[in-house]
């Protein structure tokens, strides 16, 4: 199955340190999203890319925060100087836009918790 | 801005009981519409959406939706519960406004079946 594929799907590190994560979509799929999804809260969204291009970000998405999406593939996000705060689940999604609308597929998702 | 409310964070029902978990959302535009399910440990996985036509949606596992538009709600059912559909269930909404194109997601409602 090529479903959404996240790594690493657990990461710990110290406050300060940077982290990357990566993200591999369905293939053809040329919508790809991160979200954050803490306890007991629903995914809130980050970014957007189409194809290569990053259309929107989200207030949430401090300076520290930086996605790419070089060749309109695979999709990295960084965080530097990392937070407690930012102790989350990152999720990433993608989607392709067809004739009867836009049904977008989740990732397993990376468990980041920075102690 | 755009948001989607889901009335219960918790709920607690015996196996064979009917469900109905509440949906609302706040745009008065054209909207897609999505049900997803993230069982313990699992990844968000899709219900059942509606984008268009019978508004009264039938998705996997026996779950169904109605879209009623002058209530903007999208209520999910399922006429008897099983111990397997014990798991959180988030509303979420694709509200098309230009280029706004992001999914936006409610709090999530925690469903306790209990055998």
């Known amino acids: 199955d090529t479903g959404v594929s996240q790594d690493p799907r657990h990461k710990i590190t110290k406050r300060g340190q940077n982290v990357t994560f990566r993200c591999d979509p369905i293939?053809?799929?040329?919508?790809l999203y991160w979200y954050r999804q803490t306890l007991g809260q629903g995914p809130e969204f980050l970014t957007y890319?189409?194809?290569?291009?990053?259309?929107?970000k989200s207030r949430l998405l401090s300076d520290r925060f930086s996605a790419e999406r070089p060749k309109g593939s695979f999709s990295t996000l960084e965080i530097q100087r990392t937070e407690q705060g930012d102790s989350a689940m990152y999720l990433c999604?993608?989607?392709?836009?067809?004739?009867?609308?836009?049904?977008?597929?989740f990732g397993e998702g990376s468990w980041l918790t920075v102690v | 801005a755009q948001s989607v409310s889901q009335h219960n964070h918790h709920v607690i029902l015996s196996e064979a009981a009917s469900l109905e978990l509440g949906c609302n959302y706040s745009?008065?535009?054209?909207?897609?519409l999505f049900w997803y399910v993230q069982y313990p440990g699992q990844h968000l996985q899709l219900l059942l959406k509606?984008?268009?036509?019978?508004?009264l949606v039938k998705g996997i596992k026996g779950f169904e939706a109605e879209f009623i538009k002058s209530k903007f709600s999208f209520n999910l059912r399922k006429p008897s519960v099983q111990w397997s559909d014990t798991a959180e269930y988030f509303c979420?909404?694709?509200?098309?406004?230009?280029?706004?194109?992001?999914?936006?997601f409610g709090a999530g409602t925690r469903l306790a079946v209990h055998p």
């Open positions: 999604a993608s989607s392709r836009q067809d004739y009867s609308g836009n049904t977008i597929y």
């Open positions: 293939s053809e799929h040329n919508r």
């Open positions: 890319f189409q194809n290569e291009a990053q259309l929107e």
């Open positions: 745009y008065g535009g054209t909207v897609n």
């Open positions: 509606y984008f268009s036509g019978d508004p």
């Open positions: 979420a909404v694709i509200a098309f406004s230009g280029g706004y194109n992001k999914l936006i």
